[in-house]
């Protein structure tokens, strides 16, 4: 299996939530079988079948994070020296050349991407277009609306 691009902060979250999902929910979630255990017959025991599908949740969760994280190329965005241009795990300011709206995104690896907190997939069309760009060139994107451009104002490495 290819390494997949994740920027450092998406990897510091995947391995908080493995911490968390290990010491915390899997320990409570053997508890709650235990104690579901101790009231009898199993076949009608709602709280067993509903902590035992819990725990297949968690055990399944565990194991794609630590599949994800196995297979991550983690990229210190702070460390590249990309001489200006538009990489992976860029900050770029944009604005739109027809309306003068601005936007900001960050590229992303594709399971940290989250439009609403401006990180854009890696495989997007709209980080595919900016990739290998510089300060004031202008970004042609496909959208589904038709092309728009953007206009690349600044590009941070934080």
């Known amino acids: 299996m290819a390494s997949t691009p994740m920027t450092l902060r998406g990897a510091e979250k995947l391995r908080e939530e493995l911490h968390q999902l290990k010491s915390v929910e899997r ?13 009898g017959d199993l076949k009608e025991n709602a709280e067993y079948h509903a902590a035992r599908e819990q725990q297949g949740f968690i055990e399944g969760r565990i ?13 210190d965005v702070t460390k590249l020296n990309a001489n200006g241009k538009v990489v992976f795990g860029a900050t770029v300011d944009l604005v739109e050349v ?20 401006g990180r854009v997939s890696v495989g997007s069309p709209i980080a ?20 728009r451009e953007y206009e690349i104002v600044e590009i941070r490495y934080e």
């Open 27 to 39: 320990p409570q979630v053997i508890q709650a079988i235990a104690e579901a255990r101790e009231h």
């Open 63 to 75: 194991a794609d994070i630590e599949s994800k994280l196995g297979n991550a190329q983690i990229i």
């Open 98 to 117: 027809e309306s003068g709206d601005e936007v900001t995104y960050q590229i992303v690896g594709e399971d940290e991407a989250d439009i609403k907190a």
């Open 128 to 147: 595919r277009a900016l990739i290998g760009k510089e300060i004031d060139d202008v970004a042609v994107v496909q959208a589904p609306g038709g092309e």
